[in-house]
């Protein structure tokens, strides 16, 4: 897979920015779809909108500089999106070093943010299968915090409620902040994006 993938073929200049969530009006507030809001924010710094599909992705199409960004939200469901982060990779021959998948995460405090260059998925659900489908471990990720559930909440069931009263009124903050980190990680390099974001709240 990994070779199929990330071949000589590669085009240097073009990056992949997924972001993860469920598709639906009934989940599109939900902590679980974070990673659909802030690539949606960053599609809007960019001038673009996410106007058609490709490969199961409803995905928007930008030029920064002299970058060629691919801009995904998968269609498949969180615990698929492997499927459609896959299928772009290889349509777009993207390295692997240009890929950035957006994510929830109940393991950071709300408005808390975390860029890493690879490592496992941490029981995300939706980053196990882009790390599957991808055939590696070294893809850099954006975890956004939504904090842990209360009391005896389970995590899947907080993050597939909306963000309550008080964290909407920070939310576009929130977004705002982590679609500025992507584009960091775009423009300067995973390195320097770490450093400037991780732990920074908006």
């Not at 599909?53 to 030029?63: D, E, L, T, Y």
């Not at 994510?103 to 950071?108: G, P, Q, S």
């Not at 069931?157 to 939310?171: G, I, M, R």
């Amino acid at each position: 897979m990994l070779k199929k993938l990330f071949g000589r073929e590669e085009a240097e200049n073009t990056y992949l920015i997924a972001g993860l969530g469920n598709p639906g009006k009934e989940y599109q507030d939900n902590r679980h779809n974070v990673g659909f809001m802030v690539a949606s924010k960053l599609a809007e710094k960019l001038g673009e909108n996410f106007s058609r599909m490709q490969s199961n992705a409803m995905i928007a199409k930008a030029q920064h500089k002299d970058l060629r960004i691919i801009l995904a939200k998968p269609r498949t469901f969180m615990n698929n999106s492997g499927q459609a982060v896959a299928a772009l990779v290889r349509f777009y021959k993207v390295p692997q070093h240009n890929i950035l998948i957006i994510y929830d995460e109940a393991d950071l405090p709300y408005e808390t943010l975390r860029l890493r260059p690879e490592g496992r998925s941490a029981g995300q659900k939706g980053m196990k299968s882009v790390l599957q489908h991808l055939g590696t471990q070294e893809i850099a990720r954006l975890r956004v915090g939504v904090g842990r559930p209360p009391g005896r909440m389970s995590t899947p069931d907080y993050v597939l409620q909306d963000f309550s009263k008080q964290q909407k009124e920070t939310l576009p903050f929130v977004i705002d902040h982590a679609a500025e980190a992507a584009l960091a990680f775009i423009e300067e390099g995973i390195e320097t994006a770490m450093n400037q974001y991780n732990g920074a709240e908006a």
